[in-house]
């Protein structure tokens, strides 16, 4: 327990939550236990994009990537634990999110760490008693959920169906095709797979297109069309129309826009 040291604490307020998305990234030789304060958004760890909310702890091993997609809408509010000597038994295909609910002790008593920890003096060991306190109790929470076998398997399930959905995204999958799939009822399936990401299954394969359409817009010379096509979607105005719902301009915008940025 020693060598567990707390490095640093950082926090995150709303407005430069929404100016500075914090992209994908890692870290060699630290543990980082993030902890949404307020709001829920999206947050992304190893190959995953998760659903999270305030009360939620995201764990960050070290060397595996996490952070926010640049080209949503960010505004929670975070705070972030920093430890190093400090490792995590969970598994690659475990989620790494531990919900303490929105109501827990944790939440009010963080901002007073971050206090403590940068404007007081001689209260170091102090803050690093506190966070490996917050450090034992998630890895009990990941034990308790280790123990429900249940869960587990639930939790598996819902990741062979995102590989499934990051192969497949651009077919016309209907969510009867995709039940049928994994031998299990549509309502289960929507449920079970909701409750972890956050979104319907066909929800994720439309946001999936999209990202994949905003990477082939800024990163190749393909006509919009040939895009359209490649996607899997029927018509140029569906392309356009949902294209514009989740990003907010029009696919023809998005690429001048990137396109004016690189001749600044």
Do not use: W
Not at 23 to 37: G, P, Q, S
Not at 104 to 133: D, T, W
Not at 251 to 261: N, V
Request: glycine residues 6%.
């Amino acid at each position: 327990m020693e060598k567990i040291q707390l490095t640093d604490i950082f926090f995150v307020d709303r407005e430069y939550s929404r100016r500075h998305p914090h992209m994908l990234h890692r870290h060699a030789d630290v543990l980082e236990l993030l902890y949404i304060f307020s709001e829920s958004g999206r947050y992304i760890v190893g190959n995953y994009e998760y659903a999270v909310t305030t009360g939620d702890f995201v764990i960050c091993k070290a060397n595996v990537p996490h952070g926010e997609d640049p080209f949503q809408e960010h505004h929670i509010q975070t705070y972030c634990l920093v430890l190093s000597g400090a490792s995590f038994n969970l598994n690659e295909n475990e989620r790494p999110i531990v919900s303490l609910g929105k109501e827990n002790g944790i939440g009010s008593l963080l901002p007073e760490l971050y206090q403590m920890f940068h404007k007081q003096k001689g209260y170091s060991e102090v803050c690093r008693h506190f966070a490996l306190g917050i450090y034992f109790l998630l890895q009990r929470k990941i034990f308790e959920r280790a123990a429900n076998p249940n869960q587990l398997k639930r939790e598996r399930l819902v990741y062979k169906i995102l590989d499934y959905l990051n192969e497949h995204y651009a077919e016309n999958l209907s969510l009867e095709k995709i039940s049928e799939q994994f031998f299990i009822s549509k309502s289960n399936l929507s449920h079970y797979f909701k409750k972890e990401t956050g979104l319907s299954p066909i929800q994720y394969m439309m946001q999936r297109r999209i990202g994949e359409g905003q990477s082939l817009l800024v990163e190749t010379s393909l006509q919009i069309q040939e895009i359209e096509f490649r996607l899997g979607f029927n018509d140029s105005a569906h392309f356009s129309k949902m294209f514009k719902k989740y990003v907010g301009v029009t696919p023809k915008e998005y690429r001048k826009h990137f396109s004016e940025r690189r001749r600044r």
